[in-house]
């Protein structure tokens, strides 16, 4: 006899999962409901059979997750701008962006690499990689053999390698932040000049439902002077600290509202990157929450303070029954007075 609750205390592993491999709380959601709707619409003397309840969740998510990447490419051709991952803010209630593990490996710059992978590449890494499965067992989720998943993963790390600067220290980020913030809202141009890497690039993600740049902005004064300027044509914008995907980042609301949330990359003491999600499709985690409180290097301990470089293998689902798994192909207007927000 299964019982119910063990069943059930898999999800927040499946959501990790799921999130990594797709950028998306609420495609994650999506991918791991499906699951477990494949599951219990099974008849009970088929599920005596299986051996490994929580491995078949694991290789019908996968599976799942690897039918929407490859729909997801053709999808997000037709997306309105630059598309960016879903920003995971930091757990607080019971939301469901709060069954999201915040580790490195969900870094908005490294699920900005992952988004550079082919679906094949990255489902092979995030299972290998990150959640320590044997290559044997991921080739039964990908459909390939395990000596090409290990070369899927190699390439993927070469793609992660080549993309990524060396992780700076929590503290350190978290202080650039502060001061990138305090010189937005007095338009120090020469504040945020020196604070900027002379090659910094800001992307937006408005999705055509929220004002954003279309392309990205190359150059730490061009993103300086944007910033001034937007300070300017919105000036009750409020910018509040926090944590996105477990790095210090920026919520920004209007009238209590969030309408912009920004994830930053730092290199040598400097901002390289800027990632502004003002999508609010992707805000919903964000709404009503209490965000305000100031960033300190304990906000960003333990494995989310050391980077995205090499993300520490997550626990995975026992053993055995991987194979009995089976899976189908995949299944606002701009807020009045806010400007595209650096980036």
């Avoid at 995975?316 to 194979?323: E, K, W, Y």
Wanted: with cysteine; charged share 25%; aromatic share 6%.
């Amino acid at each position: 006899m299964i019982e119910p609750g063990a069943l059930m205390g898999e999800r927040r592993r499946l959501t990790d999962l799921a999130y990594r491999l797709l950028g998306s709380v609420a495609e994650a959601e999506d991918a791991v409901q499906e699951a477990y709707a494949r599951w219990y619409a099974m008849p009970p003397e088929q599920q005596r059979e299986i051996a490994s309840p929580a491995g078949w969740l694991t290789t019908v998510t996968g599976r799942i997750c690897l039918d929407v990447l490859r729909s997801a490419r053709a999808r997000r051709e037709r997306y309105v701008g630059e598309w960016l991952p879903e920003p995971v803010p930091g757990p607080t209630g019971a939301d469901p962006a709060d069954r999201i593990t915040l580790d490195e490996s969900i870094s908005m710059a490294f699920l900005v690499v992952l988004e550079s992978m082919t679906p094949a590449e990255r489902v092979a890494f995030i299972l290998h990689d990150v959640f320590g499965y044997p290559f044997s067992e991921v080739a039964e989720i990908v459909g390939r053999t395990p000596a090409a998943c290990r070369q899927l993963a190699v390439s993927a790390r070469r793609r992660i390698g080549a993309a990524q600067p060396p992780p700076a220290p929590a503290a350190a980020t978290a202080g650039l932040v502060r001061a990138f913030k305090r010189a937005w809202e007095a338009k120090d141009l020469h504040a945020l000049i020196t604070i900027l890497d002379p090659g910094a690039v800001a992307v937006a993600d408005g999705g055509g439902r929220a004002s954003a740049l279309p392309d990205p902005l190359e150059g730490g004064e061009r993103i300086a002077h944007a910033c001034v300027e937007w300070a300017s044509r919105a000036p009750e914008l409020e910018l509040v600290e926090t944590t996105v995907n477990g790095q210090p980042g920026l919520l920004g609301r209007l009238g209590g509202v969030p309408v912009a949330v920004w994830a930053f990359a730092v290199a040598d003491g400097r901002i390289a990157r800027i990632w502004a999600v003002r999508n609010p499709e992707k805000l919903r985690a964000w709404d009503g929450r209490l965000a305000g409180r100031p960033l300190s290097p304990a906000a960003c301990s333990g494995r989310a303070a050391r980077g995205c470089a090499a993300p520490a293998p997550r626990a995975r689902a026992p053993r055995g029954a991987r194979r009995a798994a089976t899976t189908s192909p995949g299944r606002a207007r701009p807020a009045a007075g806010c400007a595209p927000a650096c980036g």
